[in-house]
Structure formats: C-alpha cells, structure tokens
T-cell receptor, first 116, second 111 residues
Framework: EAGVVQSPRYKIIEKKQPVAFWCNPISGHNTLYWYLQNLGQGPELLIRYENEEAVDDSQLPKDRFSAERLKGVDSTLKIQPAELGDSAVYLC??????????????FGEGSRLTVL | SQQGEEDPQALSIQEGENATMNCSYKTSINNLQWYRQNSGRGLVHLILIRSNEREKHSGRLRVTLDTSKKSSSLLITASRAADTASYFCATDGGSRSRLTFGEGTQLTVNP
C-alpha cells in the first residue's frame, strides 16, 4: 500500500514568488494535516482537514498561506508571496482518526522549501 | 507553540547501550505518541500510550506515562546504529484535540 505522497521534494524560489505543495494521503484516511518543521525543531500544525472541511486552521498565516482539499482526498498548500522566513520543511500527514483522541499519523517525506 | 519538551536535547551512546528520552507536557491529554525521524525524512510512528495506561512495550521500545507528573519516557534497549535519529513526543489533548509535537531528542548511536 502506498504511503503519503508529497511533491515536490525540494523547491528553491526567490522571495515574493508563489509556491505550491501537493499531498496525496493514504487511501481511506479522512483526516489530513499540514505541518511546518523548522530546522532542529518539532513539526507545528498549520491546518487539519476532516474530509473537505478545515477543522483546525488557527495557526495558518492566512495573509499569505492558503490550503484546499477538494473532494476530500488530495490537498494543496500554497504560499503567495513567499518570504525568507518561510524556508522550512512542509510535512503532510494523514490518519484514520482525527480529534478527539487522535490516532497514529502517517507522514510523507516532506517538501523542503528554500526561499532566496 | 510546542506542548511537549524533550530531555535531553541530544544523546550520544554506544551500540548495545540503552537510551532513555523524557518528555514533559503542560495540559491534560487523551494520549501521548512517540515518533522517529531520520535525517531528511518524514516522521514514523513508534508507539501510542493512552492517558489511562502507565506502561507499554513494543519490541525494544518501552514507554511509560505518569499523568500526575505530566511526563513520559521512551526507553530503547540494546540500541543499534540504525536507531540514530530524532525522537519526538506528541500529545493529543486540549479543546482542539490537536496533536502537538515537542522539540525532539537527537539520538546518536555509535557503532
């Protein structure tokens, strides 16, 4: 069975340019997460979806970040415009169970963004 | 913001030794999970312990949970070089039931 698939794995852009990341979760997983991970730190939640609905997006910087999960499967995370401080790894994860009592999360390999 | 804090931040041991990592958290939880992350890779789930459990085993892993002290420990016995990775605790709790990760412990197992 395929795991969580993310693309691209690496992206280098100039500041003020837009960038988009794509995630395909494990089949049958209704809950999808986007996490941001800075170097040497733990992942921080940006947004959580239950099917198509964003149920927890309070930590998503909505002035420049947007996300969508059409048809409750694949998801896209966009940054426009990117800033130097956005350089990080963007992790997508999925799970069978969302909150409360979140179960095991399955992570993709991440998309490493470098903003120059 | 991080809920869990791991201790130590970094740990270096010899192959065959045991490795113990600790996690402290601040609010009540439904469960606590441990994940491993190899360099440049995604996180991999290791073990989940519920708030009403005190100890759990999985292979060479032993996790304890003390809800009165709001702390957990992960013990890896008979460590191997392949155990070299960052280890994160993650707590599920609070009104949003958000899975929140700590800063991690970087474990290095020297052959």
């Amino acid at each position: 069975e395929a795991g969580v698939v993310q693309s691209p794995r690496y992206k280098i852009i100039e500041k003020k340019q837009p960038v988009a990341f794509w995630c395909n979760p494990i089949s049958g997983h209704n809950t999808l997460y986007w996490y941001l991970q800075n170097l040497g730190q733990g992942p921080e939640l940006l947004i959580r979806y239950e099917n198509e609905e964003a149920v927890d997006d309070s930590q998503l910087p909505k002035d420049r970040f947007s996300a969508e999960r059409l048809k409750g499967v694949d998801s896209t995370l966009k940054i426009q415009p990117a800033e130097l401080g956005d350089s990080a790894v963007y992790l997508c994860a999925s799970s069978l169970l969302g909150g409360p009592n979140t179960g095991e999360l399955f992570f993709g390999e991440g998309s490493r963004l470098t903003v120059l | 913001s991080q809920q869990g804090e791991e201790d130590p931040q970094a740990l270096s041991i010899q192959e065959g030794e045991n490795a113990t990592m600790n996690c402290s958290y601040k609010t009540s939880i439904n469960n606590l999970q441990w994940y491993r992350q190899n360099s440049g890779r995604g996180l991999v789930h290791l073990i989940l312990i519920r708030s009403n459990e005190r100890e759990k085993h999985s292979g060479r892993l032993r996790v304890t949970l003390d809800t009165s002290k709001k702390s957990s420990s992960l013990l890896i016995t008979a460590s191997r070089a392949a155990d070299t990775a960052s280890y994160f605790c993650a707590t599920d709790g609070g009104s949003r039931s958000r899975l929140t990760f700590g800063e991690g412990t970087q474990l290095t197992v020297n052959p």
